[in-house]
């Protein structure tokens, strides 16, 4: 838990069991690692169009959903042209 304290007030990116991927202000979290999100969003992945956006606000991921929490890259992340990437969603690793 000492390892996530590190990355509060940074902008992180979070992918769940269910594939989604989350990028918000990390504000806080507790032992179990649920986690609190500022000013966050999910980016939606398709193989057809670009990575849409849908803005969440300020959210909680309850821990035992979280597979990966990374810091984000803020400088390299703007420089990416989102709508350009096309990808295949991550697949749900819950149903496995």
């Keep these: ?28 979290f507790d032992q179990t690692i649920n986690v609190i999100l500022s000013n966050c969003h999910e980016r939606i992945y398709s193989e057809t169009e670009g990575v849409e956006r849908m803005n969440l606000g300020l959210y909680i991921i309850r821990g035992d959903n979280i597979v990966l929490i990374g810091e984000l890259d803020q400088a390299r992340d703007d420089s990416i042209d989102l709508s350009e990437i096309r990808a295949a969603p991550i697949n749900d690793i819950s149903r496995r």
């Design 1 to 28: 838990m000492a390892e996530l304290q590190k990355y509060v007030d940074l902008t992180v990116e979070i992918i769940t069991s269910d594939g989604r991927v989350i990028v918000g202000l990390l504000k806080g």
